[in-house]
């Protein structure tokens, strides 16, 4: 059974801080993908970063980067120099392929709310 | 700009009436799915449709029926449904269905409340 787990339910930091975001997840499949949402108050999923489990490479993109290990089963998300319009709930999620029939099924999990004061 | 939009935005309903949620994705995409998020509680995936046909369906009431017309379009029928359903009912879309590892593309979402 697939598994994420976000133990951070909240997060609060000054501007300009850096923030890190963790993420453990639990698989058996020896390939799979990982992924960070972003949940802003409108409530829209915005899409941030794609990883399969054989790209441990970490990927910076502006402010936001990510550290994958597999070792340790965790794919972390961190944020340079916080900015307010960072304020939102963040998602981890794993994906499986839904074998009948197609379609790939996302685990989440339960968020981290992020809030960004000045 | 996701691509994915749905209606309405805000829904209020009686137990006692029956109404339909609207997604449309303008992608191109060839899987679409829906997702119930309550409080407190991780997305739950509820029903997934690949090339228009269903191939998921995560033991949801059935009050809850789903319908796909087309590739672009996904309904959610709602009948006779209690207050523990109001909800945030998020949509999203996939390119390719049998390809592990998609990005799925989220629509706004529509906050259901139950009264």
């Known amino acids: 059974a697939q598994k994420v787990t976000q133990a951070q339910t909240e997060i609060s930091v000054v501007e300009k801080e850096d923030v890190t975001l963790d993420c453990v997840y639990e698989?058996?499949?020896?390939?799979?993908?990982l992924f960070w949402y972003k949940q802003p108050p409108s409530g829209e999923l915005v899409f941030l970063i794609r990883?399969?489990?054989?790209?441990?490479q970490n990927e910076i993109s502006g402010r936001y980067s990510w550290n994958f290990q597999k070792s340790t089963s965790s794919f972390n998300f961190t944020i340079t120099a916080s900015q307010v319009v960072d304020s939102a709930v963040y998602f981890c999620?794993?994906?499986?392929?839904?074998?009948?029939?197609?379609?790939?099924?996302?685990?989440f999990g339960t968020g981290t709310q992020l809030k960004v004061e000045l | 700009e996701t691509g994915v939009t749905q209606t309405p935005r805000h829904l209020v309903m009686g137990m006692t009436n029956k109404k339909s949620l609207k997604c449309e994705q303008h992608?191109?995409?060839?899987?679409m799915y829906w997702y119930k998020q309550s409080a407190k509680k991780p997305l739950e995936l509820m029903f997934v449709?690949?090339?228009?046909?269903?191939?998921e369906n995560n033991s949801v009431p059935s009050r809850f029926s789903p319908e796909c017309p087309n590739s672009s379009h996904l309904f959610l029928h709602l009948h006779t449904l209690q207050p523990e359903d109001s909800a945030l009912y998020l949509c999203?879309?996939?390119?390719?269905?049998?390809?592990?590892?998609?990005?799925?593309?989220f629509g706004p979402g529509t906050r259901l409340l139950v009264l």
């Open positions: 999203a879309s996939s390119q390719n269905p049998s390809r592990v590892g998609e990005t799925q593309y």
């Open positions: 698989t058996r499949d020896t390939t799979y993908y």
């Open positions: 990883r399969n489990s054989f790209d441990e």
């Open positions: 999620a794993l994906s499986s392929l839904i074998l009948t029939g197609g379609g790939n099924k996302l685990t």
């Open positions: 992608l191109g995409h060839n899987a």
């Open positions: 449709y690949s090339l228009e046909e269903r191939v």
